[in-house]
């Protein structure tokens, strides 16, 4: 093991000592790139740094050519080295000359090294420069290397916060606002529409100070600021908004149960000892977060991940001192914008003023969503660019509906901003006055809407929105977010908590579905083409099936003396759902040997995600006692497009004939077989979508929370029949899609989207 992995206290110090020695500060760079590579064992390392914030410039090398030195320039995404700074992620790669960005430099004469390791310098949250190690011999660096290289490259973004080496102006980028009003497009994440004078949100910290001088003083700085930091969790706890209990306080309760995450202080006490300052250990374990969010694809798993965010900002700013609140900046309407937010730091605002947010990043479940919804402020994510394109201080407006950011709005939009404030509050008091009302059809047909959830924090909302239970558990997340396997007795603490919410309710569970682009920290994999065809889900559980046990033990735990729902996810044919069957006996059995109380009825279901289960569906029906569709899988499969690539996000649609009759001839099958069948994918929370999938004789809905109402609306304004012939007669038809003579029917028969 090299040198640096069994004692990273000293080569931090011998660097620290390096950079704040005497001589000119590039001698002082050309001697830390010396350093590095004795101790890496590697032949070359470079240091590239961020000029005028888009130009990557090779700073100091040792092993490249020297004339290459401030000579070798590339773009952000130009090359490998232009890909970790535009990913901001380390890039490990043991043949890099075949990478397809590999951008050979004659004068770096660096053709001749296989393996590469880069990792992103950050400052603040940016990437101001990137460190490359390299080797002649191909090899993959292993995670404790690259894992070096990240705490490594903290004490050089120290050197380059100095502004010794690049000014510190070219460290801060342009802003690009032209004072000319200007249309921001985004994700509309929570309904409504609000305006005022933009506010920063600034959740970066600065870090000045990177390598211990006293590593027994560093633990208890850490120690303090962490006992401090729950303290100010229970006072927020406490703050009267919350004292009524509801969404958002299940959600701070969880962000508690964050703020004791055994395995988060572990890896920030094993940071402090490896000889980093306790605002520097907070930081290095942050971005180590941050790099497994950015292997998550799911934006629910990602968001809740991202919540440790919030928590370590919060952290290092304890321990330097800095205790100032963000409540008492607003004194007028404002718009909070921000790259990301967390809950807490949500709460921290005062939501009198506080009429919109706008964010960089963000999802449709993050918990800043949730709360922003819970509090009833509009919220757009996603929009690209954002900071640079608004001042502080100046007009926002933000309309959900359209999903768009107006920054120094002209007087049309303002007036029409005003409109739409009208229009939502009506259409809050519509669904409001609806929620405890059957989701009926105008000619008496039934629909069940249920709720898809994922958390504690979801529970509450089946009450605020009148659900019918929940058709969708996806009980994955527990795993994502916990350091190690969660044990049978955790497991059955959360599954028993979302039964008890229920009450009589169903909760249907699902069993685990991880894998694929839902890693999680205690399963090892290989990288894989194609993850979302790959070794997820079932497949895991069967291939690793005391996992699967495990869980189902826990499950039936949670239910007894009541009525277990379970199903299995990414099911490819029925003997896989025997197969799980069998194991799921095989617990029933041990439940009895060790005389526990059973649930009073296990019902077993299945998902429908992978087509080749459709040309089984007559045995299926008979093996199962319900059926789920999962749409989202589904679909990317039927057309052989990729749910998460966003060049294929509207290609094509979901109102398309073969997708309609393919997903009508399973309804039928299973109506005729007595078989209950739920729809769970996001497309069934869309009220045109809705509409069409009630026509083709769904009866079960199984959707986001805030979906809930305006499908609720839609089809309480619905005749069935006239809809059912239309939409059978065009199932067949050629066209991409028949979207628009949906709208039109609606339009023509006052149903309201
Ligand atoms: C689906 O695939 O439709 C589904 C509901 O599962 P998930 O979105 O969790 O993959
Ligand atoms: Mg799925």
């Known amino acids: 093991m090299p040198d640096h992995v069994s004692q990273p206290r000293l080569l931090l110090r011998r660097l620290h000592s390096v950079m704040a020695g005497s001589g000119k500060p590039q001698d002082r760079l050309d001697r830390v790139v010396r350093v590095i590579a004795q101790n890496m064992v590697a032949e070359v390392c470079s240091i590239y740094l961020a000029r005028a914030g888009s130009v990557l410039e090779l700073f100091a090398t040792e092993g490249l ?239 809740r991940i991202s919540d440790f965010d919030d928590l370590a900002v919060r952290l290092i700013r304890i321990i330097q001192g800095d205790t100032s609140s963000h409540r008492a900046k607003l004194t007028e309407d404002s718009v909070l914008v921000a790259r990301t937010l967390g809950p807490a730091e949500l709460m921290d605002y005062d939501r009198k003023y506080l009429k919109a947010i706008v964010l960089e990043e963000g999802s449709s479940t993050s918990h800043v969503t949730i709360i922003a919804r819970a509090m009833g402020i509009a919220m757009i994510g996603r929009v690209t660019g954002l900071l640079t394109h608004v001042e502080p201080g100046e007009p926002v407006v933000v309309d959900s509906a359209s999903g768009h950011a107006y920054v120094r709005p002209a007087d049309d939009v303002l007036e029409s901003y005003k409109a739409n404030l009208k229009l939502q509050e009506q259409l809050l008091a519509e669904y409001a006055a609806e929620r405890d009302l059957a989701a009926e059809t105008l000619d008496g047909e039934k629909i069940t809407l249920l709720m898809n959830a994922g958390l504690l924090v979801d529970l509450p909302s089946l009450d605020s929105t009148g659900a019918e239970g929940i058709g969708l558990f996806r009980t994955e997340f527990q795993f994502m977010v916990a350091p190690a396997l969660p044990r049978v007795d955790e497991q059955t603490r959360v599954y028993a908590a979302a039964i008890e919410a229920a009450g009589d309710r169903p909760v249907v569970f699902r069993t685990l579905d991880i ?112 059926l789920s569709i999962g749409t989202n899988d589904l679909m990317q499969f039927f057309f052989a497009c990729d749910r998460s690539n966003p060049r294929l996000a509207n290609r094509y649609d979901l109102l398309a004939p073969p997708v309609l009759s393919f997903l009508h001839g399973i309804v039928q099958t299973c109506h005729k077989a007595g078989v209950p069948v739920t729809l769970c994918g996001e497309m069934g929370g869309r009220p045109i979508e809705a509409m069409a999938l009630v026509a083709l004789g769904l009866r079960r809905l199984s959707i986001s929370p805030t979906s809930v109402g305006p499908v609720k609306r839609m089809i309480r304004s619905l005749n069935l029949k006239a809809l059912e012939g239309f939409v059978t007669s065009n199932i067949s038809s050629a066209e991409h899609s028949i979207r628009d003579k949906l709208i039109h029917f609606a339009r023509d028969h006052d149903i309201k989207l």
């Not at 194609?530 to 895991?540: K, L």
């Not at 799921?584 to 439940?591: G, I, Q, S, T, Y």
């Not at 429908?608 to 289960?613: F, I, T």
Request: with cysteine.
């Open 65 to 303: 050519k020297e004339e290459a030195v401030h000579l070798t320039r590339l773009s952000v995404g130009e090359g490998l080295v232009g890909l970790v700074a535009e990913r901001g992620l380390p890039l490990n790669l043991s043949e890099a000359p075949q990478h397809p960005r590999f951008a050979y430099r004659p004068e770096t004469g660096e053709d001749i090294y296989h393996s590469f390791l880069g990792v992103p310098i950050l400052r603040t949250g940016r990437v101001v420069g990137v460190l490359v190690v390299q080797n002649v011999a191909p090899r993959r660096y292993k995670p404790e290397e690259v894992e070096a290289l990240q705490t490594i490259s903290m004490v050089i973004a120290e050197l380059v916060a100095s502004g010794e080496l690049v000014d510190k102006r070219e460290l801060t980028e342009d802003s690009g606002s032209t004072g000319e009003p200007i249309t921001l497009d985004g994700l509309a994440l929570a309904g409504g529409v609000g305006a005022g004078v933009a506010v920063f949100h600034q959740p970066q910290v600065r870090i000045t100070r990177t390598v211990a001088d006293d590593i027994d003083e560093e633990r208890t700085r850490l120690e303090d600021a962490i006992a401090e930091m729950r303290l100010q969790l229970e006072q927020m706890l406490e703050h009267p908004d919350l004292a009524h209990g509801g969404e958002h306080r299940e959600v701070l309760e969880t962000y508690r149960m964050f703020a004791y995450d055994q395995g988060w202080q572990e890896k920030m006490r094993d940071a402090v000892m490896s000889g980093l300052t306790a605002e520097a250990a907070v930081d290095r374990v942050q971005q180590e977060n941050r790099m497994r969010m950015a292997k998550i694809r799911d934006p629910y798993l990602r968001e």
């Open 515 to 626: 894998g694929g682009d839902k890693p999680v920290p205690f399963l090892p994999r290989d990288e894989e083409e194609n993850p979302a065809m790959g070794w997820r889900a079932i497949r895991i559980a069967l291939d690793r099936p005391a996992l699967l046990r495990y869980q189902l033990r826990a499950l039936l735990y949670a239910a007894a003396g009541r009525t277990l729902h379970v199903m299995f996810p990414m099911i490819a044919e029925v003997a896989e759902l025997k197969r799980c069957k069998s194991i799921l006996n095989k617990e029933l059995l041990r439940l009895k040997k060790y005389d526990k109380e059973p649930p009073t009825e296990v019902k077993v279901g299945c998902m429908l995600e992978v087509p080749s289960l459709a040309w089984q569906m007559d045995l299926l029906v008979k093996e199962v006692d319900f």
